[in-house]
């Protein structure tokens, strides 16, 4: 923290370190939020509609544990999101 509060870069191991147990609260999050309650989870989708489509995603690949469940919804979306950009070049390609 101080490193950046001077304008810095962190050292890298301080950067990773923060990584994985973000990722297992992401695994965790769509489960979390149905135990909340249904003011929880509209609270999720109203907030943070990213953050969302990622923990729904994640909840998809439930027998993988929770870090594992969030690089597997990051990858599903990056892979979703390179087919549909794809898509959408050749239909405007195609127009010209």
Do not use: H
Request: glycine residues 8%; aromatic residues 6%; hydrophobic residues 45%.
């Amino acid at each position: 923290m101080e490193a950046v509060a001077k304008g810095e870069r962190p050292p890298e191991e301080e950067s990773t370190r923060r990584l994985v147990p973000m990722a297992r609260g992401v695994g965790t999050m769509r489960e979390m939020t149905r135990r909340a309650g249904p003011r929880a989870q509209s609270d999720l989708w109203r907030a943070a509609p990213p953050m969302g489509v990622m923990a729904w995603l994640a909840d998809l690949y439930r027998p993988l544990p929770p870090a594992w469940r969030t690089a597997a919804a990051a990858a599903t979306l990056g892979v979703g999101v390179a087919v549909l950009a794809t898509i959408v070049f050749r239909s405007t390609n195609r127009r010209l």
